[in-house]
Each structure stands twice: as structure tokens, then as C-alpha cells.
């Protein structure tokens, strides 16, 4: 034992400490949480946008980090065989079998586990503390890394390994979640985030009012029916037809239907505001913003014949971002109405979307190209359905409870615990 070099003993600690200095800035890195990062660098933290900047040339970190990290590791390796072959009195295998051993229990507890478990607990913590030392590494081994770049080139052109670091949409959703149950994000934050993002998939067939629910008047109409079409039906704008309700030809306007109808102006179609003519098939994200430049508040969804599919507002675009809006006048239905355990009473122009999200089947909408349950219950049944008409539906038994001769008004769904034949 008096042959020991002390000297060795001390180097062999200074390279596991090194290793595990390398070890977890790795960890940190990779997984820091860029937002923060941003936010920080943003607010004129210097440290912060160093580390944004070494995040954002990960290739040259890594590759700094791992030359490091394997140098020191094998540097005391060679330096724990030369002691323990110094400690079995110059017996070379042995002591080479037991530095394996030792160094490997060393290094994997006190230069891997141990440091990564703790960076992962404040991995941006970690960054700002090291990012000035990591950044003097990465500038010192230059050389080496472009060699490395040059290296990846070439296996990706090889490989042809493309680049794929994209959020898709599922998984932005996915963070907001994360973000609502980890964070300080609150419930109805994540739920307005959500329809943000999912804003632009929604195309104008899945929220009109379909024909048959538009109240429309004709322009040949007297004035008085026109007056109590406002004041019955509560609503400031009334799509106006000629002949036929597949000839809509412009809005009235309740605030200038009244001034006329006051001061005894007989013709109407001098106050007619300009109508918006759009496709069901026209994301409502672009709806929204033609009806924004053009100032107007409502449009006609034309089918492919050219006639009224129905009308779409600028609030039942915002709906689908806030929820419903609702003022003094508005009567609130109510969709779905659970009657006792897993029996449900559903309206016939309940969203399809909606009514699969309620019994957890997302996948199921996909099937089916209609948008209300009225329409999947006549898909379903392949005919007009009447009164007490039954069928099974995965694990869903429906019965229809009210209908009439051209849609479903109610069904009724039992939830069974599994699929049935």
C-alpha cells in the first residue's frame, strides 16, 4: 500500500466528477423546457439566451458533451487499472479485472445515474449554471464537432433521414393537457387553446343551420308579417328571399326595418344589406376572415346545385372558439339529458361529434359523413325511421323515441358494457 500514488487517487475523483458534470448537462438539455428558456431570454437574461442558444445547436452539444464525457471516462479507467495493479502489487490482470469491476459500479452510480437523476429535477437551473462552461467546451473542440457535422451529412444522405421535428396538431393538444394538469393552466384556458387549435379543421357544414331551420321572408312580403317575424323571433338580421328561398338576395337589418316601418317606406329592398355566398365545404377560419374584410354577419351556404343549404353567423363561428353565447332572449336546449345510469335521451340535432365524445368512441365520427345524430340514425337504419324503430350500434342500443316524416327529433341510448350482436 505504500507504493499508492495519492496522485492518482485524486485524478481518478477529479474525471468522476467530471463524468458526472457531463453526464447530467446532457440530461439537462435535453430535457429542459424551451418556453421557460424563452421567456427568461426574452425578459434580458443573458445566461437564458446562451442556453437558447446552445438548444438551438444541439448537434455541436451533444457532440461536445459526449468527446468530453468518453475522454474522461476512459482517462480513469487507464488511471484506476495502473492503481489497482499499484495496490495487487504489480499483478496486471488482476488488478485490471478489479478496475473493471470497481469502475464500472463507480462510474454508472456516481458519473450516470446519480447526476442525471438530479438534473432532471431542475433541468433549467442546471443550463443557466453550466451554459458558460459547456459553450467554452463547445468553442475549444470546434474542429471536432464541424468533423462531426460533416459526418451526420453524410449518413443522412445516405440513410436519406429526413427531419421531422414538427408539432402535429395532436400533439400541441397534448401539451396544452400536460400543461392543465402539471401547471398553473387553468380548465376553460385550455379548452379556448384547444378549439384555437383545432379552429381550422372545422369546414362550414359541421355548424350551419341547415335549410330547414332558416327563417327567411320573402321581399314581396308585407311589412306587417316582416314586423312579426322580428318580434317574435327575436332576431337583428333576416335573410331575404326572391321567389324562392334558394334566391337569397340580401340581409334586413332589424335596426332599418324599423325605420322604415315607422316612416311609411313601403319598399324594402333600398335597405337590403349585402349577403356573403360560401361552400359548406370552406374551412370557417377563412369564412370568418371574409366576413371581417367585407363587415358582415352572416352568409348563405350554397350546395353544389347552386340553391340554400343553409346560413352560417359570424357567433356561431366565435361558439366554436368561446362556447355558446347566450343573451336574455336566447332559450337554452339542452342536448342530452342523462334519464338514469347509462340511459340517455339525445336531441336529433345534437352534434354527431359530440354525442361519440360522450361515450368515449372519437374514432367513430370518421365512418360517417353527417354531422347531426338525426342524420347517423337514418344512415344507420338505411330509411326514414319511425317512432319505436331499434337498433344496436357497438355497445349503444338505440331507440328512437320521437320523429317526423323528414328528420329524428329524440333517441334514447343504452350504454351497455360491451359490444352485443
Not at 165 to 186: K, P, Y
Not at 210 to 222: E, G, K, M, W, Y
Not at 289 to 315: C, N, P, Y
Amino acid at each position: 500500500m505504500e507504493n499508492i500514488d495519492s496522485n492518482l487517487i485524486i485524478a481518478l475523483v477529479v474525471l468522476v466528477a467530471m463524468s458526472a458534470f457531463f453526464s447530467s448537462t446532457e440530461t439537462a438539455f435535453s430535457s429542459v423546457n424551451r418556453i421557460k428558456i424563452k421567456n427568461m431570454a426574452a425578459d434580458g437574461n443573458k445566461k437564458a439566451k446562451q442556453v437558447l442558444m446552445l438548444s438551438e445547436k444541439y448537434d455541436e452539444l451533444l457532440t461536445t458533451i459526449l468527446v468530453g464525457n468518453n475522454l474522461v471516462n476512459i482517462m480513469a479507467t487507464a488511471i484506476a487499472t495502473v492503481l489497482f495493479t499499484q495496490i495487487f502489487m504489480g499483478d496486471a490482470d488482476k488488478g485490471a479485472a478489479v478496475s473493471t469491476i470497481v469502475m464500472t459500479i463507480i462510474v454508472l452510480v456516481f458519473g450516470e445515474v446519480t447526476p442525471k437523476s438530479l438534473a432532471k429535477e431542475s433541468p433549467e437551473k442546471f443550463c443557466l449554471a453550466v451554459s458558460g462552461i459547456i459553450n467554452a467546451l463547445r468553442l475549444g473542440l470546434m474542429p471536432i464537432n464541424y468533423l462531426f457535422s460533416q459526418w451526420k451529412k453524410l449518413l443522412s444522405y445516405v440513410f436519406k433521414i429526413k427531419n421531422e421535428d414538427v408539432f402535429s396538431q395532436d400533439e400541441l393538444i397534448t401539451i396544452v393537457e400536460e400543461a392543465q394538469n402539471d401547471g398553473d393552466l387553468q380548465e376553460h384556458e385550455s379548452d379556448l387553446i384547444c378549439a384555437a387549435i383545432e379552429f381550422n379543421d372545422l369546414e362550414v357544414k359541421e355548424i350551419l343551420t341547415p335549410r330547414v331551420d332558416v327563417l327567411a321572408v320573402s321581399i314581396d312580403s308585407d311589412l306587417k308579417l316582416i314586423e312579426e317575424f322580428f318580434r317574435f323571433n327575436s332576431f337583428s338580421r333576416l335573410p331575404i328571399y326572391q321567389k324562392s328561398i334558394d334566391n337569397i338576395i340580401g340581409v334586413l337589418h332589424e335596426k332599418d326595418f324599423y325605420y322604415a316601418y315607422y316612416n311609411n317606406m313601403h319598399d324594402i329592398k333600398s335597405i337590403l344589406k349585402s349577403i356573403q355566398f360560401t361552400s359548406s365545404h370552406v374551412k370557417i377560419s377563412t369564412l370568418l376572415r371574409q366576413l371581417q374584410s367585407t363587415k358582415t354577419h352572416m352568409a348563405v351556404v350554397l350546395d353544389e346545385f347552386g340553391g340554400t343549404a343553409g346560413i352560417i353567423t359570424m357567433e356561431d363561428i366565435l361558439e366554436e372558439l368561446v362556447g355558446e353565447i347566450y343573451d336574455e332572449h336566447d332559450e337554452i336546449k339542452e342536448y342530452v339529458k342523462k334519464i338514469e345510469d347509462d340511459n340517455y335521451l339525445i336531441e336529433g340535432d345534437c352534434d354527431l361529434t359530440d354525442m361519440f365524445e360522450l361515450f368515449d368512441m372519437n374514432d367513430e365520427e370518421d365512418k360517417f359523413d353527417v354531422v347531426t345524430v338525426s342524420g347517423w340514425v337514418i344512415q344507420n337504419l338505411e330509411r326514414m325511421p319511425v317512432v319505436g324503430d331499434t337498433f344496436m350500434y357497438d355497445h349503444l342500443f338505440v331507440t328512437i323515441v320521437s320523429c317526423d316524416e323528414r328528420k329524428v327529433n329524440t333517441i334514447k341510448i343504452k350504454k351497455l358494457l360491451e359490444k352485443q350482436d
